[in-house]
């Protein structure tokens, strides 16, 4: 193997490597709720563990695109917030009784919540080599994002649907689109919804 193929090789694999995951969604659903049907929900602000202080806003906006363009009615953010703060809600510790009466107010077959549980970008520096004795260091920046969200079922209160996902990419965007593509894939595949 000449020595180019030798010094390339290492960079072609960090980009590849960074670039396209391969993983697929962890799910869990509640099989006795998996025929409930679900076409308008609320999708609450995420709680966000990484320090990234817009991760869980990115989060919720994209899974709320991506809700809408699969045709599901979406209760626009600024009501819903309004309605949070007025029954002083801790989101991620929403009782049963709290999630009915949430539900009620929106009149939504269901809502999400969620956390943003990886937000970072993560830069190496490698050396290309074009030519030989001559090379120059290359910075190649992979981002990473993580993400679990709970479908909690209006009328009951219950856990319809669980699910995590992790995903690499050229930037957040991307990231957290693929990220909220696939979960919803798997909602709508265990649980019916629609």
């Known amino acids: 193997m000449s020595s180019y193929v030798k010094k390339i090789?290492?960079?072609?694999?960090?980009?590849?490597?960074?670039?396209?995951?391969?993983?697929?969604?962890i799910y869990y659903t509640q099989n006795t709720l998996i025929q409930k049907e679900i076409a308008r929900i609320a999708i609450l602000p995420f709680d966000n563990y990484t320090g990234m202080e817009t991760s869980?806003?990115?989060?919720?906006?994209?899974?709320t695109v991506e809700f809408m363009e699969r045709g599901y009615k979406v209760v626009e953010r600024e009501t819903l917030n309004k309605l949070i703060a007025e029954m002083k809600l801790e989101i991620s510790g929403l009782t049963t009784d709290q999630s009915k009466e949430l539900a009620s107010f929106l009149k939504?077959?269901?809502f999400i919540i969620g956390a943003v549980t990886d937000y970072r970008a993560i830069s190496t520096t490698t050396s290309l080599s074009p030519l030989p004795l001559i090379s120059f260091?290359?910075?190649?920046?992979?981002?990473?994002?993580?993400?679990s969200a709970r479908?909690?079922?209006?009328?009951?209160?219950?856990?319809i649907w669980?699910?995590?996902?992790?995903?690499s990419g050229k930037n957040f965007s991307t990231v957290f689109k693929n990220i909220c593509r696939k979960l919803v894939d798997t909602m709508e595949t265990k649980s019916n919804l629609k």
């Open 162 to 167: 669980v699910g995590s996902h992790f995903e």
């Open 56 to 63: 869980g806003t990115l989060a919720s906006n994209i899974l």
């Open 9 to 25: 090789f290492p960079l072609l694999f960090i980009l590849l490597s960074g670039c396209i995951t391969m993983q697929r969604p």
């Open 108 to 110: 939504v077959d269901g």
């Open 137 to 147: 260091p290359v910075t190649i920046k992979v981002f990473h994002g993580g993400l």
């Open 151 to 159: 479908l909690i079922d209006g009328k009951t209160g219950e856990i």
